[in-house]
T-cell receptor, first 109, second 114 residues
Framework: GDSVTQMEGPVTLSEEAFLTINCTYT??????LFWYVQYPGEGLQLLLK?????DKGSNKGFEATYRKETTSFHLEKGSVQVSDSAVYFC????????FGAGTTVTVRA | ETGVTQSPTHLIKTRGQQVTLRCSSQ?????VSWYQQALGQGPQFIFQ???????GRGNFPPRFSGLQFPNYSSELNVNALELDDSALYLC?????????????FGEGSWLTVV
């Protein structure tokens, strides 16, 4: 069935380190892909999205490219900050959002 | 600020009771969906409403039901609460018309069943 698999956490980094969170999906057709972020005690916020193959979504220094050939949508940021500490969810939309299990990222000063 | 507000933010219920969670969406968002997020897990789709009719449902029993109103508000009702219903319940809204449309989430309602 349709599903999202993302890198398990937790991930702990030092400030200014490079972050990558892997995400692959299994879906019929070509869904739109999303990264959502959840800060402690809060709801979900859209971080970025891509709606077709080779699209690159970007926001707040984060980037992800829709790779149809590898069914992937890996999230990257070149230099993380303490404020990036959160749980990150990869998701796709084929009338409803299907989420991965989430990756907890902690950035140390 | 997503324009989606939920109430209450926290509540505690006893097993067997019933609960109603409320959501108010942005004007013009004719599609609302509800998700359950258990602790440490990703959100799971409960159901979706479009123009006041349910048009999609996840793997949840019938004791989970909903309503959508013309004023862009909606409700999630859960009957005969079980301990495993303890979770964060998220309301999400969007304008229908494409799977690439941004879906906006509220802050959620934390439900604890004891």
């Amino acid at each position: 069935g349709d599903s999202v698999t993302q890198m398990e956490g937790p991930v702990t980094l030092s400030e200014e380190a490079f972050l990558t969170i892997n995400c692959t999906y299994t879906a019929t057709g070509y869904p739109s892909l999303f990264w959502y972020v959840q800060y402690p005690g809060e709801g979900l916020q859209l971080l970025l999205k891509a709606t077709k193959a080779d699209d690159k979504g970007s926001n707040k220094g984060f980037e992800a490219t829709y790779r149809k050939e590898t069914t992937s949508f890996h999230l990257e940021k070149g230099s993380v900050q303490v404020s990036d500490s959160a749980v990150y969810f990869c998701a796709f939309n084929d009338y409803k959002l299907s989420f991965g299990a989430g990756t907890t990222v902690t950035v140390r000063a | 600020e997503t324009g989606v507000t939920q109430s209450p933010t926290h509540l505690i219920k006893t097993r067997g009771q019933q609960v109603t969670l409320r959501c108010s969406s942005q004007s013009g968002h004719n599609t609302v969906s509800w998700y359950q997020q258990a602790l440490g897990q990703g959100p799971q789709f409960i159901f979706q409403y479009y123009r006041e009719e349910e048009n999609g449902r996840g793997n949840f029993p019938p004791r989970f039901s909903g309503l959508q109103f013309p004023n862009y508000s909606s409700e999630l009702n859960v009957n005969a609460l079980e301990l495993d219903d303890s979770a964060l319940y998220l309301c999400a809204s969007t304008v229908s018309g494409g799977f690439g449309n941004t879906i906006y989430f509220g802050e959620g309602s934390w439900l604890t069943v004891v």
